[in-house]
């Protein structure tokens, strides 16, 4: 008899926390506590959820924020450039999503990501602004630093205009 999806979760988290370290278990209850988020309504997509991001948008600038865990360090144990990348998005993608006209939104065309420091403090921090507003096309940029304002990396995005797919 073929198992459900709850019986395959609830064998792999047994097996898991059996075999676990304390790292291990502070990553799954980072993990955990985002979906259960989700589930409430605190984030509307995954990637925000497992990652805790939390965003600040006005007219012209953004602010997102993901606290520092060992979710997001790479071999080295500091934050993964792919993740900075992804905040950088995030607040960029955000903020340019926020000021095209009801019924369009924007997809990122192309990114530059300039790493400068690496950090291991608590917090990163992306703040995106306007360089350019097209009718087609946005041109964004942003600073990535730790909760200090040491700056570790700054990004430039395009994002093409479209319209929104109706949501059936």
Known sequence: ??????????????????????????????????????????HRRYINAALHMVGKFESEISEVRIPI??????TIKVPHGGIIATIADAAMGGLASRSVPEGFNVVTTNMNVSYIATTTNKELIARGRF???GRQTLVMECDIEDETGRKLAIATGSFFVIQRRSQA
Do not use: C, W, Y
């Open 1 to 42: 008899m073929a198992t459900s999806s709850k019986e395959q979760i609830e064998e792999l988290l047994a097996n898991f926390l059996q075999e676990s370290t304390a790292e291990d278990e502070e990553v799954l209850l980072h993990l955990l506590s985002g979906l259960r988020a989700k589930q409430q309504g605190v």
């Open 69 to 74: 865990t060992p979710v997001i360090h790479n």
């Open 131 to 133: 360089v350019h507003k």
